[in-house]
């Protein structure tokens, strides 16, 4: 089902203001982050404000009329000056509490709080993103900007607004739900947000969970909308006044209006938008190159496949165009999966054809502007990565029949396939890592057999590895990775990368496959992917895949033998 999309959300958002009209109840309208990056729209936008014309999107919020707007992570893919060009032409407030400035003059646009008016309210608005952003953006931001823990920073914030006479106070927290236990700095701190004194309600983002909960002895009502525009997040307050003419929350609802295919494009935005995607439509359907096998994510936890071979060959090929950058190290190719169903739903996805690829398969295959970077890394430090990109598996034993082949708690993206090398991971033994980075107290390897060209890896031997600048800045918590020594390889956008990879005749040679799961006597695991893997369980037949039906989410549900 299409779903999903700003023009359907502008719509469900006049919905939402039609019934609040009809019941008596002012309106406020926010925006939650990650709205700058992250689609084919988005990118075209960028280039747009990079040659002096107003942001798209950026227009359509002033069509609908937003109150203030939050910032994300990815907001900051393009680096500063650009978004700070968007910016430019936002007509309502842009709030991040934790953001602080290193050089003066970076983005003045962005405020620490606001103050809106819904109807006679005065309502304060917060905000805040993880500060891993500085990490992850990496040069992007280095020297002009860091961030501030968000629980701390947004307390301080509140304490602002509520001094300057607030009636209630927001929250617009580009976070989600983390473990329970706050530690200064945490990407996800929503469940200490909420319980925070003084806020009202509480807008969350970052994790793509779609989640509504009322108020709550956790604390205030939280909205969580999910990625890609796929709800309208709302939350409804019940206020008395007090004695003193103070108002107060009497009860609160929260819920997520889902923005599937029946919802009317609203007219106005699509209008806004239309240029804009008719040169998305033009850009995406320019020729890069041929493949002639099926380039596909459904199966990208299971073996190193086609769709992973050709992303980490890509990265080799670039970065072999500057000689001698790695003398006598033997080099290595680190890819993860961008798209792999998860929380972005059972059409998440990456699915190109055989024969001609597009641009819009390019994009499908490289979700973001990420950057190529090398680093040198010896033997501990490569089983190190490997340990914790294994720990996205669950613990499969000898004899289990239904056994959760994946952490629910692990994206897929944490998992790292590095090609050049061979090995092998025993699900019999425990996770040593937390997807947080830190480690479970398990001294017992998963990486099994591990070698290069047939060759034992010893702790002390040196490789060259290729990765991402996201990975390489801190994104996905891989220890080491920051303190290692860098290597001058071109800083190509990986999606230019694949272009050029495409376009060299004869290219697709997929390189060997780089790791296989330990053979678990009698165990069968259950894993779960797209409706379209189904006429594709050939592909994995050395598992004697069994489909066992979608679940409720509309995932198809496969049982393997280990």
Request: net charge negative; proline share 6%; aromatic share 6%.
């Amino acid at each position: 089902m299409t779903r999903g999309g700003f023009s359907r959300v502008a719509s469900l958002i006049e919905t939402a203001r039609a019934e609040a009209a009809r019941d008596g109840m002012d309106v406020a309208l926010f925006d939650n982050g990650d709205w700058l990056q992250g689609t084919v729209l988005a990118d075209l936008a960028a280039e747009d404000v990079t040659e002096g014309r107003p942001h798209a999107l950026v227009q359509g919020m002033a069509q609908l009329g937003y109150d203030a707007i939050g910032l994300g992570n990815h907001d900051f893919d393009y680096g500063i000056d650009l978004l700070q060009q968007a910016l430019a032409t936002a007509d309502c407030p842009v709030v991040c509490s934790n953001l602080e400035r290193i050089a003066a003059e970076a983005l003045p646009q962005v405020v620490d709080h606001a103050v809106v008016m819904a109807g006679p309210l005065r309502v304060g608005v917060v905000a805040a993103v993880p500060p891993q952003t500085a990490l992850w953006n990496g040069v992007r931001v280095v020297g002009r900007l860091k961030f501030a823990d968000i629980a701390e920073a947004l307390a301080d914030a509140v304490a602002r607004v509520r001094a300057a006479g607030c009636d209630l106070v927001v929250a617009l927290a580009h976070t989600g739900f983390g473990d329970g236990v706050w530690r200064r700095g945490q990407e996800n701190a929503l469940e200490h947000v909420r319980a925070l004194d003084g806020i009202d309600a509480v807008f969350g983002g970052h994790t793509h969970l779609p989640f509504a909960d009322g108020m709550s002895q956790q604390g205030a009502p939280v909205a969580l909308p999910g990625p890609g525009g796929m709800h309208l997040a709302q939350i409804d307050l019940e206020l008395e006044a007090g004695a003193d003419g103070r108002w107060s929350v009497a009860g609160a609802t929260a819920c997520l209006r889902a923005a599937t295919e029946d919802v009317a494009e609203h007219a106005a935005v699509s209008h806004c938008l239309t240029p804009l995607h008719r040169a998305a439509r033009a850009r995406m359907n320019e020729p890069c190159g041929q493949t002639d096998r099926r380039l596909h994510s459904y199966f990208s936890l299971i073996e190193g496949d086609a769709y992973l071979h050709l992303m980490a060959e890509a990265q080799y090929a670039a970065a072999m165009r500057t000689p001698g950058v790695f003398g006598d190290l033997p080099v290595l190719s680190a890819v993860a999966p961008g798209r792999f169903g998860g929380r972005g739903g059972p059409e998440n996805y990456t699915d190109v054809p055989v024969g001609p690829v597009l641009r819009r398969h390019v994009s499908d295959l490289v979700l973001f502007p990420n950057a190529l970077r090398a680093v040198v890394l010896n033997g501990a430090q490569l089983r190190r990565w490997l340990e914790m990109s294994a720990s996205v598996f669950g613990v499969v034993m000898p004899g289990e029949k239904a056994a959760a082949l994946l952490d629910a708690d692990w994206p897929a993206h944490g998992f790292d396939t590095l090609f050049g090398l061979s090995y092998r991971l025993d699900l019999t033994r425990p996770a040593q890592f937390l997807v947080d980075g830190r480690l479970t107290g398990s001294q017992e390897a998963r990486v099994v057999g591990l070698t290069y060209r047939g060759q034992p890896v010893g702790p002390e031997d040196r490789f060259a590895v290729l990765l991402t600048d996201y990975r390489l800045s801190g994104g996905g918590n891989v220890p080491g990775l920051a303190r290692a020594e860098k290597l001058a390889v071109p800083g190509i956008c990986l999606r230019d990368a694949v272009v050029a990879y495409l376009a060299q005749p004869g290219c697709a040679q997929y390189a060997p496959q780089p790791w296989s799961f330990e053979p678990v006597p009698g165990a069968r695991a259950v894993f779960a992917t797209g409706q379209a893997a189904a006429p594709l369980l050939a592909e994995i037949s050395r598992f004697s895949p069994q489909a066992l039906g979608l679940d409720a989410d509309g995932f198809l549900r496969v049982s393997l033998a280990l």
